[in-house]
């Protein structure tokens, strides 16, 4: 790819959280973390929480790879594989409903849900989530973290660590909304205790089947959804007796719905959408 070629692309969005998509089967791209930073751009590129390329796999019917805006990879983004899965589906490259993804978070289990033709809301088996200290990553002894005290700067918080196969906290606030995340997202981010950053995210448990929250992604700040996140924070909710094991998410961009199934497995429904398409011509 040179920067005269002109690269087609098409921009999707799950619940507001956007990102620009590239079919490897079209173009090839030689650097994605530079081009996720020029693409991501709001006021001098196409403007986007990432980039996702999709292309073959030896492992499933398709693969995914992400770049957060900042240009780091991240393995996985419950979101984004919604929409991969929509593009696959309504494009004809999968002929059936249910199907596979390949992410670095592992293979994802796939079931689309059609509406005139068209999918519309996306089913995704999300795996287990992982439990132990060392899954997120985080430093410290090993065993669950659930509502442990994190310091920062004189500052505490009370933190509930999951992983689902990239690293996520839960702090519980009595209302999102009003909450400084634009201040205490990067902080907690960045913290020492996550050698490899962490995403973060900040919850209202309104009852026992319905919560609200904001996110903090990590490498990408805060954004309008976040589907692992999501699921993070019902388990959370779940860990810390405040929930049900399956709740109504509302997300700043929209909601999802989560269950944490007897099996120990966590299933995101949520919908999406097609936005435009474009070529772009890199820098």
């Known amino acids: 790819m040179s920067s005269e070629q002109s690269i087609p692309f098409i921009k999707m969005q799950g619940i507001g959280n956007d990102y620009v998509y ?16 020029q693409l991501s751009n709001r006021h001098t590129g196409i403007g986007s929480d990432g980039l996702i390329l999709i292309g073959p796999s030896e492992s499933a019917d398709a693969r995914m790879q992400m770049w957060n ?26 002929s059936t409903n249910t199907f596979t993804i390949e992410t670095l978070g592992g293979v994802k289990n796939i079931e689309v849900h059609r509406q005139g033709g ?3 809301q996306v089913s995704v088996d999300m ?3 992982g439990l132990d200290r060392a899954d997120i990553p985080m430093v410290g002894p090993p065993g669950r973290v659930i509502e442990e005290e994190l310091e920062q700067s004189g500052e505490r918080w009370q933190i509930t660590a999951v992983s689902m196969g990239n690293p996520h906290i839960v702090v519980f606030v009595d209302d999102p909304r009003s909450y400084p995340v634009e201040s205490v997202g990067p ?16 919850a209202q448990i309104i009852h026992s089947q319905e919560i609200r929250m904001r996110a903090w992604e990590r490498g ?12 993070a924070v ?11 094991r399956q709740a109504k998410i509302h997300l700043p961009g929209g909601e999802l719905q989560i269950e944490w199934l007897p099996s120990g497995r966590i299933r995101m429904t949520g919908p999406a959408v097609e936005v435009f398409r474009g070529t772009f011509r890199p820098r």
């Open 220 to 231: 990408s700040g805060e954004t309008q959804a976040c589907g692992t996140g999501a699921c």
């Open 234 to 244: 019902l388990v959370a909710g779940a860990l810390t007796q405040r929930t049900e």
């Open 127 to 129: 795996g287990l989530p």
């Open 187 to 202: 902080i907690l981010e960045s913290h020492p205790s996550f050698p490899q950053r962490t995403n973060v995210h900040f």
């Open 22 to 37: 590239i079919d490897e089967k079209v173009c090839s791209v030689s650097d994605p973390s530079a081009l996720s930073i």
């Open 69 to 94: 805006a900042d240009g780091s990879q991240a393995q996985m983004c419950g979101n984004g594989i919604r929409c991969v899965a929509k593009y696959l589906a309504d494009s004809g490259q999968v």
């Open 118 to 120: 068209d999918v519309k």
